[in-house]
T-cell receptor, first 110, second 115 residues
Framework: RKEVEQDPGPFNVPEGATVAFNCTYSNSASQSFFWYRQDCRKEPKLLMS???SGNEDGRFTAQLNRASQYISLLIRDSKLSDSATYLC???????????FGKGTRLHILP | DAGVIQSPRHEVTEMGQEVTLRCKLISGHNSLFWYRQTMMRGLELLIYFNNNVPIDDSGMPEDRFSAKMPNASFSTLKIQPSEPRDSAVYFC?????????????FGPGTRLTVL
């Protein structure tokens, strides 16, 4: 099993809808989690960190489920500009290893 | 402030040639990361430096790859000799602290094609 796994998609979602996708991780050791966004042919950029208690930033909500070993990203009222690839990132504290998921492609349809 | 600067943006070379990719960190940052991205393997961390010292190079694929940080703001990633399977987008990223993960700022990448 890969250490960080994401559904590659694509998720094709109509504008205004709510979409959610998960990222599963295999190593239960203490670690930090993040979501990055990557537009086509561009570099990844930090979208948000994922806190144990869950966190929200505008239309975006990130949650962590340690028992089931996954993190999630929820996008409400999706916009055309949300079309991108969303990368899950795990930072393993014990050796400071940084592992990126392969990403989930999201297409928001007009 | 300028972001992370990478050069060249595109490189096309023939198998067997030496390739050198360059990266300039954001001023004040002290950690530098080299990544490679392909469709098949996604984004892979090759090596990272903290305060000019290589901390983890376990992602470097083989001896053909080498990375240096001759000063606090500049790094090179060299592939010698290059092979077609090295074709990928190579990203450099920098951050301002060591230890636990902090936001990494990525450069625009170098798209490498080895024929």
């Amino acid at each position: 099993r890969k250490e960080v796994e994401q559904d590659p998609g694509p998720f094709n979602v109509p504008e205004g809808a709510t979409v959610a996708f998960n990222c599963t991780y295999s190593n239960s050791a203490s670690q930090s989690f993040f979501w990055y966004r990557q537009d086509c042919r561009k570099e990844p950029k930090l979208l948000m960190s994922v806190y144990s208690s869950g966190n929200e930033d505008g239309r975006f909500t990130a949650q962590l489920n340690r028992a089931s070993q996954y993190i999630s990203l929820l996008i409400r009222d999706s916009k055309l500009s949300d079309s991108a690839t969303y990368l899950c990132v795990v930072n393993r504290w014990r050796d400071d290893k940084i592992i990126f998921g392969k990403g989930t492609r999201l297409h928001i349809l007009p | 402030d300028a972001g992370v600067i990478q050069s060249p943006r595109h490189e096309v070379t023939e198998m067997g040639q030496e390739v050198t990719l360059r990266c300039k960190l954001i001023s004040g940052h002290n950690s530098l990361f080299w990544y490679r991205q392909t469709m098949m393997r996604g984004l892979e961390l090759l090596i990272y430096f903290n305060n000019n010292v290589p901390i983890d190079d376990s992602g470097m694929p083989e001896d053909r790859f080498s990375a240096k940080m001759p000063n606090a703001s500049f790094s090179t990633l060299k592939i010698q000799p290059s092979e077609p399977r090295d074709s990928a987008v190579y990203f450099c990223a920098s951050s301002s602290t060591s230890g636990s993960f902090n936001e990494q700022f990525f450069g625009p990448g170098t798209r490498l094609t080895v024929l």
